[in-house]
């Protein structure tokens, strides 16, 4: 999980009824050292979920790192402190601080129980243990553990809407200018230039026209794709408008942007596009143009040099490239 802004912790994930009707199953990881203790678990467990056995140690964390456990119960004993130092590993990496633990504790133990609820376990039982009340709990931290991931999951899910494009899964145009801003301001610090491409597809109201919208979406599309396969990992691809399109080259001096952004127009001019048409691919060409960045200057200054730039190519006769 990717460190972020919000709280997902699943302690602070309520109640409600979306909670309650989640099914209350997944994959549990059981840690005991007893042979005796694990069978019985295993028949309580039974038909709540793929269950996984361990004894303790340092292998379980990183088992656990590896496997995407939904629960992880830990006996806590008075003989060892082993399980205590199992849930401080858990806690302490990325990829298991967010699994519920549940503890098991000895009647009286309360001294390692309370270290363990320090350490950020979830719940506990304590020996011996009521099978209906053990169900109950590890139920309970199943379905939380659900809600929390489908929590996490439309948290994602929100945050690439706000990102990216629909038609063309390229950055939105507010992505990329927040991201020129400080890539203005590291290539001033390093000395270098940063380059934009602005591009627009020619004529693309024709292919509206005569083809249908379906289409039109289809070449944007298409459009993208092309972008991808000619600018490097670096480079940060956007739908900037309707048809128009900007390229962001970080550390790239104007003459290669120049470069890439011919061997893009004419890729693209000399491959027509296959959307499906009967009459087989359409001819799309596109105007572009190239602008680097200037000591101090911000985004929608240099996104106008290029739209200045753009716009030569176009009264130049289209399908050109102008710097
Ligand atoms: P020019 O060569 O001057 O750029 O001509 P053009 O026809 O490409 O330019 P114009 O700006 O007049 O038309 C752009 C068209 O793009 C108009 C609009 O309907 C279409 N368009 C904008 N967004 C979308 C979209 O998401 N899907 C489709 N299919 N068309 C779109
Ligand atoms: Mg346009
Ligand atoms: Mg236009
Ligand atoms: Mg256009």
């Known amino acids: 999980r990717e460190a972020t802004g919000v709280n997902?912790?699943?302690?602070?994930?309520?109640?409600?009824?979306?909670?309650?009707?989640?099914?209350?199953?997944?994959?549990?990881?059981?840690?005991?050292?007893?042979?005796?203790?694990?069978?019985?678990?295993?028949?309580?467990?039974?038909?709540?979920?793929?269950?996984?056995?361990?004894?303790?140690?340092?292998?379980?964390?990183?088992?656990?790192?590896?496997?995407?456990?939904?629960?992880?119960?830990?006996?806590?004993?008075?003989?060892?402190?082993?399980?205590?130092?199992?849930?401080?590993?858990?806690?302490s990496f990325e990829e298991t601080?967010?699994?519920?633990?549940?503890?098991?504790?000895?009647?009286?133990n309360t001294k390692l129980l309370v270290r363990a609820l320090e350490m950020g376990v979830?719940?506990?039982?304590?020996?011996?243990?009521?099978?209906?009340?053990?169900?109950?709990?590890?139920?309970?931290?199943?379905?939380?553990?659900r809600y929390a991931d489908k929590l996490w999951e439309n948290f994602h899910m929100s945050m690439q809407l706000a990102t990216t494009d629909a038609v063309t899964g390229l950055y939105n145009r507010h992505y990329l200018t927040s991201h020129m801003e400080t890539q203005i301001q590291s290539a001033d610090r390093k000395g270098k230039t940063l380059s934009v491409l602005m591009m627009d597809i020619d004529h693309f109201k024709r292919v509206n026209d005569t083809q249908g919208h379906a289409v039109g979406d289809r070449v944007l599309k298409e459009f993208a794709m092309r972008i991808g396969k000619n600018i490097r990992g670096v480079d940060l691809a956007a739908r900037y408008g309707g048809e128009e399109f900007?390229?962001?080259?970080?550390?790239?001096?104007?003459?290669?942007?120049?470069?890439?952004?011919?061997?893009?127009?004419?890729?693209?001019?000399?491959?027509?596009?296959?959307?499906?048409?009967?009459?087989?691919?359409?001819?799309?060409?596109v105007s572009i143009g190239v602008a680097a960045s200037q000591a101090d200057e911000t985004p929608s200054q240099l996104l106008e040099v290029a739209d200045k730039a753009l716009y030569a190519a176009k009264e130049g006769g289209r399908n050109k490239v102008v710097v």
């Open 97 to 108: 601080r967010h699994v519920p633990i549940l503890v098991m504790v000895d009647d009286g």
């Open 122 to 145: 979830n719940d506990y039982v304590v020996r011996p243990v009521d099978r209906m009340e053990f169900l109950a709990r590890v139920k309970t931290q199943l379905r939380r553990k």
């Open 246 to 285: 900007v390229v962001m080259m970080p550390e790239t001096p104007v003459d290669w942007a120049l470069m890439i952004a011919e061997r893009l127009r004419e890729e693209i001019a000399d491959n027509p596009f296959d959307v499906g048409l009967k009459d087989g691919p359409l001819n799309i060409t």
């Open 8 to 91: 997902m912790g699943w302690d602070n994930v309520p109640s409600t009824e979306l909670e309650i009707n989640l099914p209350a199953d997944g994959s549990i990881l059981i840690v005991d050292e007893q042979e005796r203790v694990m069978e019985r678990i295993a028949r309580a467990l039974d038909d709540v979920g793929e269950l996984t056995f361990m004894s303790g140690g340092d292998d379980v964390a990183e088992r656990a790192r590896e496997k995407n456990f939904d629960l992880i119960i830990v006996s806590l004993t008075m003989r060892n402190t082993d399980g205590l130092r199992v849930c401080s590993k858990l806690r």
